[in-house]
């Protein structure tokens, strides 16, 4: 599903975050050390390949909250922003980590002037958070920056699973008020 907001165009769709051609940039969800892992963080690196590993070494660690961008080496997008989501329950407060990690991702991708940008639910997974309250926080970040987006046009969510993406599908519209 794909909806319009100011210059801003919004999409849902279910699918690999590491094989999104056409995106300037694609989302990880990493890891405090910004290495290969599980999940997306283990998706990224392997198709990225060795290089992507050796440029993140020496940004790391970050915090939760934070993020960071660097090249997509052998990824079909020329860079990717690295999100260190909050573990649910663990890191605190939780919802302003997470809100954080997606207003430092257009941040960043404002900054190196990129017109689309592909992420995938920051936290859901191994870190736990629930994906509707997840979905939440990230398309009230979206909603409230878009307005002042300058060269960001596309942003899409990429979901692993069906159950995922019909949740996104569901917030979405009722964040933006559609449906």
């Not at 890891?31 to 990225?48: D, K, S, W």
Request: hydrophobic residues 40%.
């Amino acid at each position: 599903m794909t909806i319009e907001y100011h210059d801003l165009q919004i999409e849902c769709v279910r699918g690999d975050i590491a094989a999104q051609e056409g995106f300037d940039a694609v989302g990880n969800a990493a890891n405090a050390a910004l290495m290969p892992g599980g999940g997306v963080a283990g998706a990224i690196h392997r198709t990225a390949g060795p290089g992507l590993a050796a440029e993140c070494r020496p940004l790391g660690p970050i915090e939760p909250g934070e993020a960071v961008i660097t090249g997509g080496h052998d990824l079909p997008n020329p860079h990717v922003i690295h999100c260190l989501g909050p573990v649910y329950g663990r890191d605190t407060p939780s919802d302003e980590l997470l809100a954080s990690c997606y207003a430092r991702a257009l941040e960043l991708a404002e900054e190196a002037e990129l017109t689309s940008l592909a992420m995938p639910a920051i936290s859901t997974g191994i870190f736990g958070y629930p994906v509707r309250e997840a979905a939440r926080i990230a398309f009230s970040i979206i909603r409230d920056t878009a307005p002042r987006l300058a060269h960001l046009r596309r942003f899409r969510f990429v979901l692993w699973s069906q159950e995922d993406l019909q949740t996104h599908v569901e917030v979405m519209q009722e964040i933006f008020g559609r449906g």
